[in-house]
């Protein structure tokens, strides 16, 4: 993960899009994944997948700020 996605606990990561918090084995159980040079990114929702999947590199950029 990058440095500004830091989630606060392990079964916890943070969607890159929107920044929302998101419990890991229910993304992966909802098929709200998605790799990205080997790394798995997980996601609130589709849209926010979908929306990652068209530019990672947008939502990957470091000055990139996550907003609901």
Known sequence: MTGHLMPERADEATDPVCGMTVDVK?????????????????????????EFEEDPGHYLDPSYRPSM
């Open 26 to 50: 229910e993304a992966t159980a909802k098929g709200l994944t998605a790799e990205h040079e080997g790394t798995t990114y997980n996601f609130c929702g589709r849209g926010c997948k979908l």
